[in-house]
């Protein structure tokens, strides 16, 4: 017995990384999955970002573990795509019990150096998309009076990060974002929560741009990067996390193990928010 058997999740940029990490441990848990993925290059994002191909790879590994799954191209930014893709979804399975609102985007400049584009990508992505996500979801939640909703924040919508003004405030929006939608939801039966992911290894941040700032130094090494990963965690041995340990908390917020838990957002960091830290770089 599956701890998620018979439900249908509906994962957002479910191609790869963190998603198709939701994809896997959903699928082995006994729920069959709608992935949903823009699948294309956003202009302002400077790394490689996933493809079609990357989608039905992430297709492909859920089906052998014997459960089903459709893939669906679209942008967590248009209400009617996302629309769409839950009514595929529910034309498909018949219902959607889970939405993993996991489609996010990270890109660096000082604040008063991000561009109009940049900001909008994302901030419409990481925010806009989870409301216009849960949106399109929730009518269909609401008319069966049940359902769960795990959302995707980060440590930087606890804290802020240099260089990226717009992620954090992306972040620190989808917290409010979750309480507001958790409370709404309530009397329906339906639950909403949050996590807030350390530092994750996915394509997302093991990329040029990221060796760099863990570096301090253009040309960085991805083992800059993985040297970072262990200051930025407090618990012993621990560097870059596995997307995995993420896929298991929301796996915790969307079974009966959570059935009484609403509202909250917990931090998978391996002790990141325990550390107080100091100036490395006093200016005087």
Same mark, same amino acid.
């Given at each position: 017995m599956g701890l998620l058997d018979g439900k249908v999740a509906l994962i957002t940029g479910g191609a790869r990384g963190q998603g198709r990490a939701h994809a896997l441990v959903s699928a082995k848990e006994g729920a069959d999955v709608v992935l949903v993925d823009i699948a294309d290059q956003i202009a302002?994002?400077?790394? /490689?970002?996933?493809?079609q191909d990357d989608l039905a790879e992430t297709v492909r590994q859920v089906e052998a573990l014997d459960r089903r799954a459709i893939a669906v191209?679209?942008?967590? /930014?248009?209400?009617?795509q996302m629309d769409d893709a839950v009514a595929r979804g529910i034309a498909e399975f018949g219902k959607i019990d889970i939405l993993i609102a996991n489609a996010g985007i990270w890109t660096q400049a000082p604040f008063w150096e991000i561009t109009d584009e940049a900001w909008e990508d994302m901030i419409g992505t990481n925010l806009t998309g989870v409301w216009k996500s849960a949106k399109a979801v929730a009518p269909h939640m609401i008319e069966r009076g049940s359902g769960s909703i795990v959302i995707t924040s980060s440590v930087n919508g606890l804290e802020p990060g240099p260089d990226y003004a717009h992620y954090v405030s992306s972040k620190h929006g989808v917290i409010g974002l979750m309480k507001n939608i958790a409370l709404e939801l309530a009397p329906?039966?339906?639950r909403c929560n949050s996590i807030n992911p350390g530092a994750i290894k996915t394509p997302m941040t093991d990329h040029q741009g990221a060796w760099d700032m863990f570096a301090g130094h253009e040309g960085g090494t991805e083992a800059d990067m993985l040297e970072g990963g262990y200051h930025f965690h407090a618990l012993k041995g621990m560097t870059f996390l596995?997307?995995?340990?993420?896929a298991n908390t929301a796996l915790y917020l969307n079974s009966e193990l959570a059935a009484a838990v609403t509202g909250v957002t917990i931090p998978v960091d391996?002790?990141?928010m325990l550390l107080t830290g100091f100036n490395q770089a006093p200016v005087k």
């Open positions: 302002s994002v400077p790394y /490689r970002m996933a493809t191209t679209a942008d967590v /930014r248009s209400q009617q329906h039966g339906i596995s997307p995995g340990v993420i391996a002790g990141h």
